[in-house]
């Protein structure tokens, strides 16, 4: 066993929020053209929330905030850094981040959003772990908050279905531990990519440089399906790798929650049994950057997650942009 300590980033406490609201796929039905059996069958989605009024990123990414700091035994004052990553933000500026900022009563911290659409949470994780290791901040709040019902166009069914709204939260704290990833705890190793080619698969028709209107969702699902199998299984491939670990080592995987289909694709590209997946789809539909920690906050409360497993987080989105990371818990 060494003796070599350096300074990780340990996660100590996840949160999780959803609107008041919850939407079945019966409900749904009655607005678009669309059923309930077309709906589960196509992407395992039964139902999904959708924020009212008063309910906005910044309210959920809060929420979701305050019970992650709850679950780490902290108080907001001890948070030293806010990473928020969304694309549906409260206002084109200022950041959402500083928002939540002042809703959990912070009055000065290092606060700021990242645009990565589904991906975003795995790029704020790795940003927020880098700036830890870097030596400058102690505890961090890195949080996935998404209002996408209000970027939907209601009448295509196609994708209107897919999604909803929610917010998922983790504080990152500083910790010395063993520089072998073999023997640590905490985010291990991440990766991440982007290809802007493919931005005709999914994106949204406005923004205030070309419209100046916020826009509305758009996507080509087969495409993008396609490539997120082949993707997510090439990018956990990676960061296995890059610790020297094997699939096998994997006790939960925790992907973006995008479609049923697609996790079940991925895991079998990984050799990994089902019961090892966090699906919670079912539950909430897509939330974009919000669904990793929401999925990850659902099986840590629920006991599944224990203390030393390792845990595989994953995603991809528009952009595309896709990336994975490994933690020990």
């Known amino acids: 066993?060494?003796?070599?300590?350096?300074?990780?980033?340990?996660?100590?406490?996840?949160?999780?929020?959803?609107?008041?609201?919850?939407?079945?796929?019966?409900?749904?039905?009655?607005?678009?053209?669309?059923?309930?059996?077309?709906?589960?069958?196509?992407?395992?989605?039964?139902?999904?929330?959708?924020?009212?009024?008063?309910?906005?990123?910044?309210?959920?990414?809060?929420?979701?905030?305050?019970?992650?700091?709850?679950?780490?035994?902290?108080?907001?004052?001890?948070?030293?850094?806010?990473?928020?990553?969304?694309?549906?933000?409260?206002?084109?500026?200022?950041?959402?981040?500083?928002?939540?900022?002042?809703?959990?009563?912070?009055?000065d911290c290092v606060a700021f959003d990242v645009a990565a659409v589904c991906s975003g949470f795995l790029y704020a994780l790795t940003v927020a772990d880098s700036m830890i290791r870097g030596g400058g901040f102690r505890h961090a709040l890195v949080i996935g908050a998404e209002t996408f019902s209000r970027i939907l166009d209601w009448e295509d069914r196609a994708t209107c279905v897919l999604f909803g709204d929610g917010a998922g939260a983790v504080v990152l704290s500083a910790a010395m531990e063993p520089a072998d990833p073999a023997e640590a705890r905490g985010v291990l190793a991440t990766r991440l990519h982007a290809d802007g080619r493919h931005n005709g698969l999914l994106y949204v028709d406005g923004g205030p440089s070309t419209t100046g209107t916020v826009g509305k969702l758009r996507m080509k699902g087969r495409e993008v399906f396609r490539h997120a199998v082949v993707n997510l299984a090439a990018v956990l491939g990676e960061v296995l790798d890059e610790i020297g670990l094997a699939a096998d080592a994997i006790d939960w995987l925790v992907p973006h929650q995008a479609n049923a289909r697609i996790l079940e694709a991925t895991a079998r590209k990984l050799a990994l049994s089902p019961d090892r997946v966090v699906m919670t789809v079912d539950r909430h539909a897509n939330t974009s950057a919000a669904s990793v920690p929401l999925a990850l906050d659902a099986a840590v409360r629920d006991g599944r997650v224990q203390p030393g497993q390792i845990l595989a987080l994953e995603a991809m989105g528009g952009g595309f942009t896709w990336g994975a990371a490994i933690i020990r818990y």
């Open 1 to 107: 066993m060494t003796d070599a300590l350096i300074r990780r980033a340990v996660l100590s406490g996840t949160g999780s929020a959803l609107p008041a609201r919850r939407v079945t796929n019966a409900e749904l039905a009655q607005r678009v053209d669309t059923s309930d059996e077309w709906i589960v069958e196509r992407t395992g989605i039964s139902a999904r929330y959708i924020a009212g009024e008063g309910e906005t990123t910044a309210t959920l990414g809060a929420e979701a905030a305050r019970a992650a700091l709850a679950a780490a035994g902290l108080a907001p004052e001890s948070i030293d850094l806010i990473v928020l990553a969304t694309a549906t933000p409260d206002q084109t500026f200022p950041a959402t981040a500083t928002k939540v900022q002042t809703l959990l009563g912070i009055d």
